[in-house]
């Protein structure tokens, strides 16, 4: 847990005092209008989003040089600062409720990637950053930056919504902005997959790469029915399960692999016993 303010230096709210707030659809503007339990929570995935828009923003950064068009490394280049802002813009908040951010930065390695060949680590994390485990994984090829950009940030997408309507004020209008820029990545992927896949010679590469990352998007959303996300749910910071936000996700983008001439990998849902080991 990172320590923020002290007891000593706020009055802080009760429970009860918080949730009927919350009932009422008021929303949380400072630490003081927060239980200790509430700040974790908060802080737990407003981290996991910064860490992942800055070790996004990095991985993405060899393709400028590697697009195969001058108009795509601009374009790259223009997802690139993109997401080096949304980290920049989420760091900032996260300041103002008593994170040291630059030791929080400088104690990760954010161009940490796994082994070439190395196995998909489903849901588990590798590293002690926050960021979603997906980027953990190495970008090989033009078709592997397609793909990812194609279902990773589709699906944060959807993980973004819940957000527009969170219980902390700051979060959520930052979010606004960070939505709309994050809908003209999905569209630079949309576009990319259907060319790839219409092309024979890039057809076969296409299915491969998305075999690969459409998996591994789905596990970004996490378990179903966990403790922790049910805490997130009765404190407003997020208003589905996670399995909700990934049925949502696979629901809009099966049909764009299918139209793009393109085959929905196969993907299995954690079993009940792993389900179980995390509530």
Not at 65 to 74: G, R, Y
Not at 102 to 120: C, M, P, S, T, V
Not at 129 to 144: A, C, G, K, L
Not at 247 to 271: N, Q, Y
Request: net charge negative; charged share 30%; hydrophobic share 40%.
């Amino acid at each position: 847990m990172i320590i923020g303010l002290s007891n000593e230096e706020v009055r802080m709210v009760t429970e009860q005092e918080m949730l009927d707030r919350l009932a009422r659809g008021e929303k949380i503007t400072s630490r003081e209008e927060m239980t200790d339990d509430y700040y974790e929570q908060l802080l737990n995935l407003m981290l996991q989003q910064a860490d992942s828009e800055l070790a996004g923003g990095l991985g993405y950064g060899p393709w400028i040089e590697k697009a195969p068009t001058i108009d795509e490394k601009l374009a790259v280049a223009s997802i690139v600062k993109d997401e080096i802002r949304h980290a920049k813009a989420m760091y900032k908040l996260l300041e103002k409720l008593g994170v040291d951010i630059e030791a929080h930065i400088a104690k990760h390695d954010y161009n940490f990637r796994l082994e070439n060949g190395q196995q998909d680590i489903g849901a588990d994390r590798v590293k002690d950053d926050t960021r979603v485990n997906i980027f953990y994984y190495p970008i090989e090829s033009w078709s592997d930056f397609i793909m990812f950009n194609f279902c990773m940030d589709r699906g944060a997408g959807h993980q973004l919504e819940d957000v527009l309507e969170c219980s902390y004020a700051p979060w959520a209008k930052e979010i606004e902005l960070i939505f709309k820029e994050e809908l003209t990545h999905v569209g630079h992927g949309n576009f990319w997959v259907k060319k790839l896949a219409a092309d024979p010679a890039t057809h076969d590469e296409a299915q491969a790469a998305l075999d690969k990352w459409y998996v591994r998007t789905m596990n970004i959303f996490g378990r179903p029915n966990t403790r922790r996300n049910a805490m997130y749910r009765k404190y407003g910071l997020k208003k589905r399960d996670n399995d909700e936000v990934r049925r949502a996700f696979k629901a809009e983008i099966d049909p764009l692999i299918e139209a793009a001439g393109l085959k929905v990998p196969a993907w299995s849902a954690p079993s009940e016993t792993e389900v179980a080991a995390v509530r």
